[in-house]
C-alpha cells in the first residue's frame, strides 16, 4: 500500500444536472415569453384580464427543480423568475424532471402530459384552463410549426410575427 494512490469519485445520483439546466433556460425563456406575448397578443391579453388581481402562477419540476413563476401586477402579466410566492391561485407541478423535458422541449403536448399524469395542477381549474390556452397560444410563437402541427390539434393564428415576440422576450 505504501506508495499507491486511491482515487475516489463521488457519483452523485438522481441530479441530472444537464437536464435541470435545461428546464432552467426553457423556463426562464418560456416565463418572459409569456410577459412578451400577453403584450403582443389580444388573445392572452384577454385571459389574462379575467384573472384576479396579484394572481400568482408557477411551473415546478419536484422534487428540487425549477420553478418559473408569473403573476399579473397591475393588469399585467409579469415574470417574476424563480420566486415562489406564498398566495399561490394555480401551481403546475411536474412530478420530475423525466416528465418535465418532453413537454418543455415541444415532444409532447401539455393535454397528452396530462393524460399521461406527467404533472399535477393545483388550483382553480378555471383559471388552470386559462393558463392552458395561454400556453398553447405561446407554443405557436416559440415553437416552429412543424412541432406546433405535433403537439396541438389545431395550431392558432397567430396575431403577431414570432420574431417580435422572440425579440420582447430576449429584450423586454
Known amino acids: 500500500m505504501g506508495g499507491d494512490i486511491i482515487a475516489t469519485t463521488k457519483v452523485v445520483i438522481g441530479k441530472k444536472p444537464v437536464k435541470m439546466t435545461v428546464a432552467r433556460i426553457i ?3 418560456l416565463g418572459r415569453g409569456f410577459q412578451a406575448a400577453a403584450k403582443h ?3 392572452i391579453r384577454q385571459e389574462v384580464a379575467e ?8 411551473l415546478k419540476i419536484n422534487p428540487r427543480g425549477p420553478v418559473m413563476t408569473v ?3 397591475d393588469g399585467k402579466l409579469k415574470y417574476m423568475g424563480s420566486s ?4 399561490l391561485e394555480l401551481a403546475i407541478y411536474f412530478k420530475n424532471i423525466e416528465g418535465a423535458i418532453p413537454v418543455l422541449t415541444g415532444q409532447k403536448g401539455l393535454a397528452q402530459a396530462y393524460a399521461e399524469h406527467r404533472f399535477t395542477l393545483r388550483g382553480d381549474i378555471g383559471l388552470g384552463m386559462s393558463v392552458v ?4 397560444l405561446l407554443e405557436t410563437y416559440l415553437f416552429p410549426g412543424f412541432i406546433t402541427k405535433k403537439i ?3 395550431v392558432p393564428k397567430k396575431q403577431v410575427s414570432s ?5 420582447a422576450t430576449l429584450f423586454g
Open 41 to 43: 397578443d389580444s388573445r
Open 84 to 87: 415562489q410566492p406564498q398566495d
Open 152 to 154: 396541438l390539434k389545431r
Open 133 to 136: 390556452r395561454c400556453m398553447y
Open 27 to 29: 423556463f426562464w425563456f
Open 71 to 73: 403573476r399579473k401586477v
Open 163 to 167: 420574431f417580435k415576440i422572440y425579440l
Open 51 to 58: 384573472w384576479s388581481p396579484d394572481c400568482s402562477i408557477i
